[in-house]
């Protein structure tokens, strides 16, 4: 399997501008998370989805941010407008349900975006 | 507020060394606790997983104990190599899915 894959890897943008993060989880897991990475916080979850469906979303910063899961193969994070204070590695990582890994969180390389 | 804290923030041994990295978490009631591995610049890679059920998982060089009535976990790594250089986060998930991640131990193996 290829594990969790997200786009872009890098992403550089003004402020105002509407940012959309793409994430492909791994094939046959049930849950995906959204985490932001900062130096200040750590990994912070944004939301989460079971079965494509948002479960909890009391993470997300603010109005601006979020999040969409049409199919259990895709996800998207939006951000719309972005501000500087937006800049953080952002993660999606997918979780199966059942068997000896139930429960284990399996993560992206994450997508680095810059707001200037 | 559910809390997971490591320490030390940041740990250097020799090569060879035994070491042990901290987790500890305020609240006892586990579903299970979750070992990552962060190398710089890149995303997070599951090392052990205890489930709540369990006391220890092992995989090659790496011990991972769970002792939930303390509330602390351990990860002992044997033998340490400066490719086991790396930043150690451990994450807790209780009732719900979330997963509550420390800030991690950043482990220097020096040659």
């Known amino acids: 399997d290829a594990g969790v894959i997200q786009s872009p890897r890098h992403e550089v943008t003004e402020m105002g501008q509407e940012v959309t993060l793409r994430c492909k989880p791994i094939s046959g897991h049930n849950s995906l998370f959204w985490y932001r990475q900062t130096m200040m916080r750590g990994l912070e979850l944004l939301i989460y989805?079971?079965?494509?469906?948002?479960?909890?979303d009391s993470g997300m910063p603010e109005d601006r941010f979020s999040a969409k899961m049409p199919n259990a193969s895709f996800s998207t994070l939006k951000i719309q407008p972005s501000e500087p204070r937006d800049s953080a590695v952002y993660f999606c990582a997918s979780s199966p349900r059942g068997g000896i890994n139930t429960g284990e969180l399996f993560f992206g390389e994450g997508s680095r975006l810059t707001v200037l | 507020k559910q809390e997971v804290t490591q320490i030390p923030a940041a740990l250097s041994v020799p090569e060879g060394e035994n070491l042990v990295l901290n987790c500890s978490f305020t609240?006892?009631?586990?579903?299970?606790l979750q070992w990552f591995r962060q190398d710089p610049g890149k995303g997070l890679t599951s090392l052990l997983l205890?489930?709540?059920?369990?006391r220890e998982q092992t995989s090659g060089r790496l011990n991972a104990s769970l002792d939930k009535s303390s509330g602390r976990s351990t990860l002992y790594i044997a033998a340490s190599q400066p490719g086991d250089s790396a930043t150690y986060l451990c994450a807790r998930r209780g009732g719900s899915e979330k997963l509550v991640f420390g800030k991690g131990t950043k482990l220097t193996v020096n040659p």
């Open positions: 609240d006892s009631a586990i579903y299970n």
């Open positions: 205890i489930q709540s059920s369990q």
């Open positions: 989805f079971n079965n494509n469906v948002p479960i909890d």
